[in-house]
């Protein structure tokens, strides 16, 4: 790091403070993330596209690091958790990407394995129903509070084999210059990857500042 960017590891400096890319911590992004939440990335989840109409798009909120991408991502996940709280296996709602228009947003809806006589085409839809379903808020000035959008599609993936095993997935995810450090972990909700210095996991110890 230079004297003008002091961020490692990837982060980029904003003149304030260092903007960490995903699973970096720190003042500097100097450490790899304590967690890495990986059960998005096992399914099953429906993909979904909503077209947000009272918010504005810019560039920036094209790059998942941004603050801008983060305030949005933040906001939408919220909205949805609020809309999908009463919808049985709903697990949570994953941002995948941004783009023009007003901002149309490309998202996955984390879901609990179905039983085995339901299907997940079937689920989607009814997904897609209770968002459109959704009382608007009273306003939607883009300064308003709450989002005003509508859902445009949705498609059912069920939880598929994996190409690469918990340990080469854990590897892949975490940040380069950490990655042999990490390790998978199941947990009845999904999988994470951790380091010995995730608290609460076998084999764990103290590793204080680093």
Same mark, same amino acid.
């Given at each position: 790091?230079?004297?003008?960017?002091?961020?490692?590891? +990837? +982060? &980029?400096?904003?003149?304030?403070?260092?903007?960490?890319?995903?699973?970096?911590?720190?003042? %500097?992004?100097?450490?790899?993330?304590?967690?890495?939440? /990986?059960?998005?990335? !096992?399914?099953?989840?429906?993909?979904?596209?909503? &077209?947000?109409?009272? %918010?504005?798009?810019?560039?920036?909120? $094209?790059? @998942?690091?941004?603050?801008?991408?983060?305030?949005?991502? =933040?906001?939408?996940?919220? *909205?949805?958790?609020?809309?999908? $709280?009463?919808?049985?296996?709903? $697990?949570? *709602?994953? #941002?995948?990407? !941004?783009?023009?228009?007003?901002? #149309? #947003?490309?998202? %996955? #809806?984390?879901?609990?394995?179905?039983?085995?006589?339901?299907?997940?085409?079937?689920?989607? !839809?009814?997904? /897609?129903?209770?968002?459109?379903?959704?009382?608007?808020p009273h306003n939607c000035s883009p300064s308003a509070?709450? !989002?005003?959008?509508?859902? *445009?599609?949705? %498609? =059912?993936?069920?939880? =598929?084999?994996?190409?690469?095993?918990?340990?080469? /997935?854990? &590897?892949?995810?975490? @940040?380069?210059?950490?990655s042999r450090f990490y390790f998978p972990y199941r *947990?009845?909700n999904g999988l994470l990857c951790v380091t010995n210095?995730?608290?609460?996991?076998? +084999?764990?110890?103290?590793?204080?500042?680093?």
């Amino acid at each position: 790091p230079s004297r003008t960017d002091p961020c490692l590891n +990837g +982060g &980029r400096w904003t003149g304030t403070g260092c903007l960490c890319p995903p699973n970096v911590d720190g003042a %500097r992004c100097e450490f790899g993330a304590t967690t890495i939440n /990986l059960t998005a990335e !096992l399914g099953p989840f429906v993909t979904m596209l909503a &077209r947000v109409t009272n %918010r504005d798009f810019s560039e920036d909120m $094209r790059d @998942p690091s941004a603050p801008a991408h983060r305030r949005f991502a =933040a906001e939408f996940s919220r *909205t949805m958790d609020g809309i999908y $709280r009463n919808v049985s296996g709903y $697990r949570g *709602t994953h #941002v995948l990407s !941004l783009s023009r228009g007003s901002v #149309v #947003v490309n998202f %996955r #809806v984390l879901l609990q394995p179905p039983p085995a006589n339901t299907s997940l085409d079937h689920r989607a !839809l009814e997904l /897609l129903a209770v968002a459109n379903a959704a009382a608007p808020p009273h306003n939607c000035s883009p300064s308003a509070d709450g !989002l005003c959008f509508s859902a *445009t599609s949705a %498609r =059912a993936t069920r939880a =598929a084999a994996l190409a690469l095993n918990d340990t080469e /997935l854990c &590897r892949q995810h975490a @940040p380069a210059n950490f990655s042999r450090f990490y390790f998978p972990y199941r *947990t009845a909700n999904g999988l994470l990857c951790v380091t010995n210095c995730t608290l609460n996991v076998p +084999g764990s110890f103290d590793c204080h500042q680093g």
